[in-house]
Every structure is written in structure tokens, then in C-alpha cells.
């Protein structure tokens, strides 16, 4: 098993640019999440999944949309980045909200 | 949300026993106790998870006091791979609940030779 991919590592944008953030898992967890990591802040949830075709806000949800249209895929959309959502992203999967919960390599971006 | 508290950071010698303590005075019956660690430019990994009195696992032991307001991770004989900044997780993990998990800001812990 890969475990959780996430794809691209590193992405500049500007901004006004929109771009998607991807996550994959071949765990066939149901729940899945997006958190972002900012200097000195831990992790904030942005959204998150209890499984296809079921998403909720987390706590920073302003800014980027989430779909799931497959168990799979989880990804993360940016509609007009600024450079406030620069940061580091995580993607996050678990069989449920109750089980440990597995995390990428990240997605560091930077908005200019 | 039941919010949580770390020392920022900590230091220890190699071998030694480490205990980081995390403070999370309004936790709900319903809420865990997680502990993540996350070594740099790598994603959170699970050590440990309890909600009272002691669990332990092959890598570490989480102590929960009966008033359940604190927990203590505690990491037997550290090494320097131990580097890494470890995580406090107060959350309602049951099945449907709206809650939503928060990580605090963490606490970074140095293993010195």
C-alpha cells in the first residue's frame, strides 16, 4: 500500500490563481480530512470527509472547496489563493473518526 | 472545542525518560486523548491514544489522572531520532459526531548527545 499520496510537494502560485491540492489513499478509509500548518500554529482542520459524496467544514474552512466524489480522492481546492494560504497542507485518511489517523508528506505552498 | 495546552518546548539527554504533560481543563466525557509526533517536512504519525488512567504501547505510555484534565506522554530512554515535535489531541472520536478534532501548537522536544 502507498498509504496517503499527496501531490504536487511544492507549488508557487500568485496570487488570484486557482489550483487543486491532491490526495489519494488506498487504505478504503471512509473518513478523510485537510489540515493546514502554519509556523508555530499546529494543524488546522480546513475540511473534511466521512465519505463519498459527504463533505463538512472544519475550522478554517474560507477560501477552498472540497469534493468526494470517490472513497479514494480527496482533493482540495484553492479558488483565488492569496498569500495568506500560504502554508503547509496535510491530507489526513482513517477507517473513522474514532481510528488513528494516517497523514501525507504534505503540500507546501507559497502565494505571492 | 476542548482546548489544550503544552509546554513549547522541552529538552532532554539521550536515554533518559521524557515526560510531556498537556493540559485540557474543559475536555467532554465523550473526548480521547491522542498524541501525534512529526519529525520536519514529514505528516503527523499516531503514538499513543487513551481516555482514562494508563495505556501503553511498544513506544510509549500515556497517564491520565481520574479528573481527566491533563495526560502525560511519557517516552521511556530517548533517543536522538526522538527529535521531533509531539502533539496533544483532544477529541470526540465516536462515530457521526460533529465535533471537530484540534490540534494545539505543539511541543518541540530536543534529544541532546
Redesign the interface.
Known sequence: NAGVTQTPKFQVLKTGQSMTLQCAQDMNHEYMSWYRQDPGMGLRLIHYSVGAGITDQGEVPNGYNVSRSTTEDFPLRLLSAAPSQTSVYFCASSFSRQETQYFGPGTRLLVL | LAKTTQPISMDSYEGQEVNITCSHNNIATND?I?WYQQFP??????II?GYKTKVTNEVASLFIPADRKSSTLSLPRVSLSDTAVY?CLVGD???G?AR???????TQLTVLP
Open positions: 480521547y491522542t517536512s514529514q505528516g503527523p504519525r499516531f491514544q502533539y472520536f465516536r462515530a459526531s471537530q478534532l484540534t490540534f494545539g501548537s505543539g
